[in-house]
């Protein structure tokens, strides 16, 4: 399992943070945080095959923050992340 986390934590209020640079992602991948060329290292050092792993979503709130991986290319090459954040943004 490899993971890539990225966490905020809402105020006492319940106000939640922004995430990545405050948008929610879209098929502009310039317009939101993103990561790109992820590589899996194994326990030898050894660079490993990411194409056969599929993009898990875990999200709190789709509303708040967003997680997307480019269709037209491999999970390790490039997906985009990030929200804005607000009022409202539990499960």
Request: charged letters at 25%.
């Given at each position: 399992m490899?993971?890539v986390?990225?966490?905020?934590?809402?105020?006492?209020?319940?106000?939640s943070p922004?995430?990545g640079?405050?948008?929610?992602?879209t098929k502009?991948?310039?317009?939101?945080?993103?990561?790109?060329?992820?590589?899996?290292?194994?326990?030898q050092?050894?660079?490993?095959g990411?194409r056969?792993?599929?993009?898990?979503?875990?999200?709190?709130?789709?509303?708040c923050?967003?997680?997307r991986?480019?269709?037209?290319?491999p999970?390790?090459?490039?997906?985009?992340y990030?929200?804005?954040?607000?009022?409202?943004c539990?499960?």
């Amino acid at each position: 399992m490899v993971g890539v986390l990225g966490v905020v934590q809402a105020s006492p209020s319940g106000k939640s943070p922004p995430m990545g640079n405050g948008h929610l992602p879209t098929k502009h991948e310039k317009e939101s945080a993103r990561i790109e060329n992820v590589e899996i290292i194994d326990s030898q050092f050894k660079a490993i095959g990411s194409r056969k792993y599929k993009l898990e979503k875990l999200l709190d709130s789709n509303k708040c923050y967003g997680l997307r991986a480019r269709e037209d290319l491999p999970l390790h090459d490039l997906f985009t992340y990030g929200g804005p954040g607000g009022d409202s943004c539990g499960i």
